[in-house]
């Protein structure tokens, strides 16, 4: 989709609203990723919003992240949520998640959740350097320490196989996507405490996990906290542990996107170029043969989930230079009336509009695009920058999007998807 395309009126209207929806979810110095259904501080969200806040206000950008990493725990890790004000109306709050002194959180003062999510912050920041340098360089080179520890948490923690493993399907950032469906079925939710669910308040339950998955998401919350947030108690106890794409791809791109930033305020990259070598092994160890492509992974029972899902490619956006998962891109973009689905839509558990069950999610476009550009597979990035553009276009800034017909789902005026059409989807602006 060109500008002609879509008219110079109708573009600009669309960046003023996606600015707009910016400042609305602003609460000074964060984001919010939409009112009301999330009433806080979320980790990729937050580094999106910056990335988002780049295309207008590059002093605003850097905040964003600094701030997200003023929730920085002792032992590196960044939570996927900070509470910096309290909301009754979401669920599960800070009481809930219990972290006040778990093991690692050290002298963290803000409330969080227990868990991280993609580490995507150095990647994002990166490009918010270059794209403005001079106004960046002393705020990365501040930054980067808490990068390093974050990553250094993340390889440490989580990537015993090499790849990357989630304690929870919230860490994945998709929630329940089928990738996590042997594990998930693994886990006997007895014993979960009372709750009262707050997102189907706010949006359609058919557009949500069910009960049955948010029972055991409780269920993981308590089994942790009951563990002090102990990452060693918990990678030898707990029987939920899958080895991610989102993770694993995310990580490894962060960490090549690390050592440009070290090479460029003078830091030695050794320990960098450890992490890239063993995530490139780990990366090996996802490939799954049978759909031709890369796949979650349990690590209980050794199975790959047989999940083709948005994150199988996001293999590019690492780095990897493999043109095996090709053929199974093809399929998706030819099958599909707008790209790219967060699950094969001919397969069994699709949905069109249960979150990570089939939408169309455009940060996951963002990443998954960039990365097939870099590696030249043009006409593919450009299929699926178009669609992205088209979908918002027609349908507003939602959380995400039916890959049939393009119906908006979730929460609306959302902060991600408006960041991404300023920073790469829309045509009148250049790509930051």
Request: glycine share 10%; proline share 6%; hydrophobic share 40%.
């Amino acid at each position: 989709m060109m500008e002609d395309d879509m008219g110079t009126m109708e573009c600009s209207a669309l960046d003023a609203e996606a600015e707009r929806i910016l400042r609305l979810n602003d609460r000074g110095g964060y984001t919010v990723p939409t009112d009301g259904l999330y009433p806080y501080q979320w980790n990729w969200d937050s580094a999106f919003a910056a990335l988002g806040f780049a295309a207008f206000d590059i002093d605003r950008a850097w905040t964003e992240i600094e701030t997200l990493f003023t929730g920085q725990w002792d032992n590196g890790m960044v939570p996927h949520i900070l509470f910096h004000r309290p909301d009754p109306g979401y669920f599960p709050g800070p009481e809930v998640w219990g972290t006040e002194d778990a093991l690692g959180r050290g002298g963290a003062r803000l409330p969080s959740s227990g868990i991280s999510q993609p580490p995507v912050a150095a990647s994002l920041a990166w490009r918010i350097y270059r794209a403005d340098p001079a106004a960046g360089r002393d705020r990365l080179a501040a930054l980067f320490p808490k990068l390093m520890a974050y990553h250094r948490w993340v390889m440490g923690a989580r990537a015993e196989s090499g790849a990357v493993a989630i304690t929870h399907p919230w860490e994945a950032g998709r929630d329940n996507a089928p990738d996590w469906d042997e594990a998930m079925a693994g886990i006997d939710p007895q014993g979960v405490e009372p709750y009262t669910r707050r997102d189907t308040g706010h949006v359609d339950a058919r557009m949500r996990p069910t009960k049955e998955d948010y029972d055991r998401y409780i269920w993981l919350v308590q089994f942790a906290k009951a563990r002090r947030w102990d990452e060693v108690a918990i990678a030898a106890e707990s029987p939920f542990r899958v080895a991610d794409p989102t993770l694993t791809f995310t990580a490894l791109r962060s960490a090549r996107d690390l050592r440009e930033a070290a090479a460029m305020i003078g830091e030695d990259s050794g320990e960098i170029d450890d992490w890239i070598a063993r995530l490139e092994e780990g990366a090996a160890g996802l490939w799954n043969d049978a759909i031709g492509s890369y796949d979650a992974k349990n690590l209980r029972s050794g199975n790959f989930a047989g999940s083709l899902s948005n994150a199988s490619f996001l293999s590019w956006w690492g780095g990897l230079s493999d043109d095996r998962p090709r053929a199974a891109l093809t399929r998706i973009l030819t099958i599909s009336d707008y790209a790219l689905p967060s699950y094969d839509p001919t397969g069994p558990k699709f949905d069109a509009l249960r979150y990570w069950r089939g939408p169309i999610w455009a940060v996951m476009n963002f990443m998954a695009a960039n990365g097939m550009a870099e590696q030249g597979l043009t006409a593919e990035a450009e299929r699926i920058r178009t669609d992205t553009a088209r979908l918002i276009a027609e349908n507003g800034f939602a959380e995400y999007f039916s890959p049939k017909d393009g119906t908006p789902a979730g929460g609306g005026t959302f902060t991600w998807t408006a960041a991404v059409w300023l920073a790469w989807a829309s045509p009148s602006r250049g790509k930051v």
